[in-house]
């Protein structure tokens, strides 16, 4: 089984958020490979299905960003799970908008969801790391990061997301460097 994790912040507010693509991809993920409706539990949302042949529980932690970590234990814990089974999706500054990088283990770079579940579980889990760009500022971060995407995005966004849906079966079959390659060649601009 494998523990797939969104990262955000709960609430209407916070829905098209930059901080909050994590969000969207495994909603995405849900939807297009046909999971179950959402639940409350382990201090977030989850939902069921199966990508790749393989049974996926999709969660999203609804403790907030900082704290996504409880969130996190307490499913890991539940189905007596290892980190090398948790997929976390999650806002990258450090990456132009649109790219994407797949690694497992590695530091939390300053992301709190990240800090928090490093803290809980430690370092050995997978880690699909979205590019949503830096404002430019370290003192502009927490407003870029908690603020909406722009409608120019969705240029980008939108193609990513489908990709990161689309290639899934190829991570949760063991196979990231397949999946983020195929995600890279079909979110790349037509040449």
Same mark, same amino acid.
């Given at each position: 089984?494998?523990?797939?994790?969104?990262?955000?912040?709960?609430?209407?507010?916070?829905? !098209?958020? !930059?901080?909050? %693509?994590?969000?969207?991809?495994?909603?995405?993920?849900?939807?297009?490979?046909?999971?179950?409706?959402?639940?409350?539990?382990? /201090?977030?949302?989850?939902?069921?299905?199966?990508?790749?042949?393989?049974?996926?529980?999709?969660?999203?932690?609804?403790?907030?960003?900082?704290?996504?970590?409880?969130?996190?234990?307490?499913?890991?814990?539940?189905?007596?799970?290892?980190?090398?089974? %948790?997929?976390?999706?999650?806002?990258?500054? *450090?990456?132009?908008?649109? &790219? %994407?990088?797949?690694? &497992?283990?590695?530091? =939390?770079?300053?992301?709190?969801?990240?800090?928090?579940?490093?803290? =809980? %579980?430690?370092?050995?889990?997978?880690?699909?790391?979205?590019?949503?760009?830096?404002?430019?500022? &370290?003192?502009?971060?927490?407003?870029?990061?908690?603020?909406?995407?722009?409608?120019?995005?969705?240029?980008?966004?939108?193609?990513?997301?489908?990709?990161?849906? *689309?290639?899934?079966?190829?991570?949760?079959?063991? /196979?990231?460097?397949?999946?983020?390659?195929?995600?890279?060649?079909?979110?790349?601009?037509? &040449?």
């Amino acid at each position: 089984m494998l523990l797939l994790v969104g990262l955000g912040n709960p609430g209407a507010e916070y829905a !098209r958020n !930059r901080h909050n %693509i994590g969000f969207m991809a495994v909603e995405e993920i849900a939807r297009r490979h046909g999971f179950s409706p959402w639940r409350k539990r382990f /201090q977030g949302q989850t939902a069921e299905g199966t990508v790749g042949g393989d049974k996926v529980l999709a969660l999203e932690p609804l403790t907030y960003m900082n704290v996504s970590g409880q969130s996190v234990v307490a499913a890991l814990q539940f189905f007596k799970l290892k980190p090398e089974n %948790i997929v976390v999706i999650h806002d990258e500054l *450090d990456l132009p908008p649109g &790219k %994407i990088r797949v690694k &497992k283990g590695g530091g =939390h770079g300053g992301h709190n969801g990240l800090r928090s579940i490093d803290s =809980h %579980i430690g370092k050995e889990y997978w880690r699909i790391r979205l590019g949503i760009g830096h404002p430019g500022d &370290k003192n502009q971060v927490s407003g870029y990061v908690l603020h909406d995407f722009a409608k120019a995005d969705q240029s980008w966004l939108d193609p990513l997301i489908d990709a990161v849906a *689309d290639a899934f079966p190829l991570m949760a079959q063991g /196979q990231p460097e397949n999946f983020m390659n195929k995600v890279t060649l079909a979110t790349q601009p037509a &040449k």
